[in-house]
DNA sequence: TTGAAAGCGCTAACAT
DNA sequence: ATGTTAGCGCTTTCAA
């Protein structure tokens, strides 16, 4: 690659002189020496060295994003969320992808290889002078790990360190469940079934609170019996819908679409139709949920926000050199659609 | 950040000597120096600043990926195949997401914006001193742009540029259709409606022509008022159903498994059961696929082998300095599922 | 065993 | 209007 100095050689200049023009400073050379240099430097294909620039100017202007894993079906929507925010503050970002799944096969917990990998992830971009650093969780859980090295802008999102430090950026679920338990509510639903998932689970632990708040205020005493612990999966769906229809729900909330898919598996084997003899509400908002018939109302959660409030959190750590650790909790949005009908 | 000359100034030994004692190099100082050279770099939480050691060495070992979109679904899978491969090989990647989908809302044309968005990408991780550049499309089809700055290793991935001078890695769309075709004839199915996308569409194109391959080896007089055209969307896949069962076809091969789902809903809706009174092949073999019921039919595209395969071709440019810009078909894989039955 | 010195490509303060 | 110089943090050759 041409350097600034081949075309100082060529147009007789100094390297001071071309960099000033190449870099836009008024007066810098006279108007044909300037010419001269811009069209030398386009016919070498001339392309500055930013590691160098960097290097010089102490300052990338780039905040690092640490992903635990790429292909999870919500990291993109993070990532270029924060990508946006970036780009209109004059900033880039550098990726640093993890692959826990790919790695670990489903092994998610806080093991000692994964601390390691945080750890070496983390350095990595420090080494690279990123100003900040961004961290995305697979799902939304604790994470016993902080970045060793002290005195880095840091923000995890969807999911929050132990030693509360740093900010996390995550989704109000308590809430979002509360408000699909009043839509079913406020459609005359008062025996509504839940297929949770399991209670190890922090989602489901804040749903359920959610859901029993709502009837709480509705002095609708809590069944225990109409919740039952699924396993995230469409097949527990399924069979959980047998259970609780054979107890006589008019509604079911399943905490998440896949196993709100296996409710419909099942009415409409047995003939059930959804939106009228059964409300079903699911949660996720996947693509799927709006092709479905009916449409299978869910929660959506705010991905993009929450990319963007991270990356608000983390320019505020670098302007200001200051952490607020307040966890920021983004409000879901609920979608209503034709699988929910009034109660008869 | 702590540097090499403080360690130096700490430990009263030279930077040169540090920085070969933390690059392991044997005997370039005492044990007791070398092992207080370690300690002291430990505590002040040392991180060796990449941008000098690579503007130093100039060497980078990495090599830049260019996505149109990120979010697109098959995009993150690529790119995580590309990284498994180059961290084999001791290299890392540098992302550059152009957000084409966000950006321009869908408008995928070869636009004069595009092509300047192209370049300045590009140039961009050359000024990162990338080694070589990965340009993944959103979907299959021409791309008018090739890097401006001559000489760089490039591939391109999920599309081709319009003068073949570098490779690009693609899948066999017609082969699979091919195969697809042959799978519903062996089961006695003559009478096959296809839902194509929209001719424009290069991967309908192929696809049509891998269909008409199956059928004329058996024999099978092309009628084409059995294709129809869809737009992708399920609501196509809904009411060409209609048309093609009018016709009397007893299977149905729609070009991506959302128009797929339009065949369910239609046959749900009549009550027409599917894998038994009519035959159903999807392509793109998404999840949907196995949670549907019964489970339909599909293609799957390689994506994680193209994803590998670009990196090895990046290598060889790399290491060989030489474009062999033959283009590679990879081979896609037939999920013959329950939607699909023996004629009867 | 250790260090001095040069230099990667660039910028910026300070001459002239 | 243009150039000189120093230096960002690191590696590496060569000398001591």
């Known amino acids: ?112 290889t994964h601390g390691q990998l945080f750890d070496a992830t983390v350095r990595n971009l420090v080494a690279k002078q990123v100003e900040g650093i961004i961290y995305i969780g697979y799902h939304y859980r604790e994470i016993t790990y902080l970045p060793s090295m002290i005195n880095i802008p840091f923000v995890y999102v969807y999911c929050y360190p132990s030693d509360p430090v740093y900010p996390a950026v995550l989704f109000d679920d308590e809430r979002a469940a509360y408000e699909v338990t009043n839509v079913l509510l406020e459609n005359g639903h008062k025996k509504i079934g839940v297929i949770s998932g399991p209670l190890s689970s922090l989602n489901a632990q804040q749903r359920l609170r959610g859901y029993q708040k709502a009837l709480y205020e509705q002095s609708i005493p809590y069944n225990a019996e109409l919740t039952r612990y699924g396993d995230w999966e469409r097949k527990s769906g399924y069979e959980i819908a047998r259970e609780l229809l054979g107890q006589g729900v008019s509604a079911i909330f399943a905490f998440n679409d896949l196993m709100a898919l296996g409710v419909y598996m099942y009415c409409m084997e047995k003939g059930i139709k959804i939106g009228e003899e059964i409300s079903v509400f699911g949660y996720d908002n996947r ?10 109302a869910s ?37 209503t659609r034709e699988s929910v009908g009034r109660y008869r």
């Open 1 to 112: 690659m041409a350097t600034i100095k081949d075309i100082a050689k060529l147009t007789g200049v100094s390297t001071a002189t071309v960099s000033n023009v190449l870099n836009g400073k008024e007066g810098a050379a006279g108007p044909v020496k300037a010419r001269e240099i811009m069209e030398v430097a386009k016919s070498l294909h001339y392309q500055p060295n930013s590691l160098a620039k960097n290097l010089k100017q102490k300052r990338t202007c780039a905040i690092g994003i640490v992903t635990e894993d790429l292909t999870a079906f919500n990291t993109p929507d993070i990532v270029d969320a924060i990508e946006s925010y970036c780009e209109e503050n004059g900033y880039e970002i550098i990726l640093a992808n993890m692959r826990l799944y790919k790695r670990y096969d489903h092994n998610y917990t806080d093991t000692p």
């Open 287 to 296: 693509d799927i949920c709006e092709w479905y018939k009916p449409a299978l």
């Open 299 to 335: 929660v959506e959660m705010p991905m993009r926000e929450m990319g963007s409030k991270s990356a608000e959190l983390i320019f505020s750590q670098i302007k200001r050199r200051k952490v607020d650790s307040q966890p920021v909790l983004l409000r879901c949005q609920v979608h």
